[in-house]
């Protein structure tokens, strides 16, 4: 029994350092805030009750088939239901940042998109909870194997229709938020 134990540990130790040597071992996409780390409350000039600004954002462990990214950031919290607070699109590949108060328009010069949040504007809106318990605010990002150029304006759902075929990795960062 032993012996075989011992047979499936060499074999996967093995797998692994062939896949590593293959390139096909990389670091998970990880994204960060240079605002909060995840799990931690979301400074007060980033929501609906001071600046409304978008937090900074940088991301790593990029696959490396990406051309491109999406981020969306969304409240499962809210009373009536997920509320979308930020829709970006047509991210493009090189880019690792999004940098703090991003423009509250539909198409930045680099050719990023913004869409509709549930607020029914263009751009980032910034937590703003009923008073009482803390909200969860989660930014994710999708790393896709396609260019998307997609007009301005879209909605969560209409991206991610679009995407739901061409995400090869994700990430996710959360931060609370309360009134």
């Not at 509709?116 to 896709?144: I, Q």
Request: net charge negative.
């Amino acid at each position: 029994m032993k012996a075989t134990w011992y047979g499936i540990l060499c074999i996967l130790i093995i797998l692994t350092v062939f896949l590593f040597m293959q390139g096909e071992a990389v670091m998970a996409m990880e994204l960060k805030s240079m605002a909060f780390n995840n799990g931690e409350y979301i400074p007060r000039k980033y929501t609906g009750q001071a600046q409304d600004i978008s937090p900074g954002l940088t991301w790593t462990g990029i696959p490396e088939q990406t051309k491109g990214f999406v981020l969306i950031c969304d409240d499962p919290d809210a009373p009536v239901g997920t509320w979308v607070h930020w829709v970006v699109y047509d991210i493009p590949q090189g880019i690792n940042s999004l940098a703090e108060d991003i423009p509250k328009i539909a198409s930045l010069p680099s050719g990023i998109k913004q869409g509709k949040n549930d607020f029914g504007n263009t751009g980032y809106g910034g937590p703003m909870p009923p008073p009482g318990k803390p909200h969860r605010y989660f930014f994710k990002l999708y790393a896709l194997d396609t260019e998307l150029d997609l007009g301005p304006h879209l909605t969560k759902q209409e991206v991610l229709n679009r995407i739901q075929a061409h995400i090869i990795d994700q990430a996710q960062l959360m931060g609370l938020y309360k009134r």
